[in-house]
C-alpha cells in the first residue's frame, strides 16, 4: 500500500480489525520508508448498482449521495452518523438483494422511508416530503394521517 504522505510503495499493517457490522477490515499501517502511520480501508467490492432516475437516465448507486440526502432529512434530530451509515448500509443490501444490476430510484427512495419510518417519524415526514413531491397542504396532510394510523 502507497504511502500517503512521502509516496513510498511498501509498507506494514500494524493492526486489523472488522467494523462493528463486519463489511469491512480497518487496517492500520506503518510506511516502511518514513515510518509515518495511518489506516486503510478493505471493504468487499460490491456489484455495480445503476440507478434508472424518473427521467429514464441512469446513473452508478452513490452510497455518499444516499448519505447526503438522509443527513438532510436528519438535520437537527437525535440520530447518530453511525444509524446514518447502517441506514444506507441497509438500503443497499436490500437494492443488491434484488438481483438486479439496475434498480429505480422510486424504489430506493421506499427504502429509504421505510428504514427513516423505523427511525424517526420527523426525519421520515421530511424525506417524505422531497420524495413524494406533495402537490397541495391535503397530500401532505394525508401523508400524515398515513402515519399517525400506522402509529397507532
Known amino acids: 500500500m502507497k504511502c500517503p504522505y512521502c509516496n513510498a510503495p511498501e509498507s506494514k499493517v500494524t493492526d486489523s480489525r472488522s467494523g ?25 467490492e460490491d456489484i455495480n448498482l445503476v440507478i434508472i432516475k424518473k427521467d429514464d437516465t441512469r446513473e452508478v448507486f452513490s452510497r455518499s449521495k444516499l448519505i447526503s440526502g438522509v443527513v438532510r432529512a436528519c438535520e437537527k434530530r437525535p440520530i447518530s452518523m453511525q444509524e446514518i451509515e447502517s441506514l444506507a448500509q441497509r438500503v443497499e443490501q436490500k437494492a443488491a438483494n434484488l438481483l ?38 391535503e397530500s401532505f ?3 400524515l394521517e398515513e402515519l399517525k394510523r400506522e402509529k397507532n
Not at 429505480?104 to 423505523?118: A, N, R, T, Y
Open 20 to 44: 462493528d457490522d463486519k463489511s469491512f477490515i480497518r487496517r492500520r499501517r506503518e510506511c516502511l520508508d518514513c515510518g509515518r502511520r495511518f489506516t486503510t480501508y478493505e471493504r468487499i
Open 100 to 137: 438486479n444490476k439496475e434498480v429505480s430510484s422510486q424504489l430506493i427512495g421506499q427504502f429509504v422511508m421505510e428504514e427513516l419510518k423505523e427511525l424517526d417519524d420527523i426525519a421520515y415526514v421530511r424525506f417524505a416530503s422531497v420524495y413524494k413531491s406533495f402537490k397541495d397542504i
Open 141 to 143: 396532510q394525508a401523508e
